[in-house]
């Protein structure tokens, strides 16, 4: 499967889960942009980006140093690519083969569960609503 920016469009709005369990991070955002580049890097900027407290304790922070996120085409060109369902929700699931590199993405839709932004410690609603 070959992701481009218009296989991302639908997930605007949506979320980005970023799963590293080699590196022991966990985070994800609102998605406010998702592109791939004319190089093949995808990036992906958030509305608000929030970070595991722990791995997989399911405790969020707010997190500030994470509101990008890119990777190279060669991380992703040889990934395995699946649209199924996590929680019921439609997703695109991309973890690359790379033993260098352990980052699985988890991109949900608008209408999906997601991580509900008021249980994120830190993150003040009225942030999300600051247009720029």
């Known amino acids: 499967m070959n992701i481009t920016t218009q296989t991302l469009a639908p997930f605007i709005g949506g979320q980005l889960e970023v799963i590293n369990p080699t590196d022991g991070y966990h985070y994800r955002g609102e998605i406010k942009t998702a ?8 990036a992906v900027k958030f509305k608000w980006t929030a970070r595991e ?34 929680d019921g929700d ?14 699985t993405l988890i991109f949900s839709l608008p209408e999906g569960k997601g991580l509900d932004p008021a249980k994120v410690q ?11």
């Open 122 to 132: 830190g993150l003040e609603l009225h942030e999300l609503c600051l247009v720029e």
């Open 35 to 42: 592109e791939v580049g004319a190089d093949g890097t995808l």
């Open 53 to 86: 407290i722990g791995f997989m304790t399911r405790k969020w922070v707010k997190e500030t140093t994470h509101t990008t996120y890119k990777a190279s085409r060669k991380i992703f060109s040889s990934a395995r690519f699946i649209l199924g369902r996590k």
């Open 90 to 103: 439609k997703i695109l699931s991309m973890k690359p083969k790379s033993k260098r590199f352990d980052d």
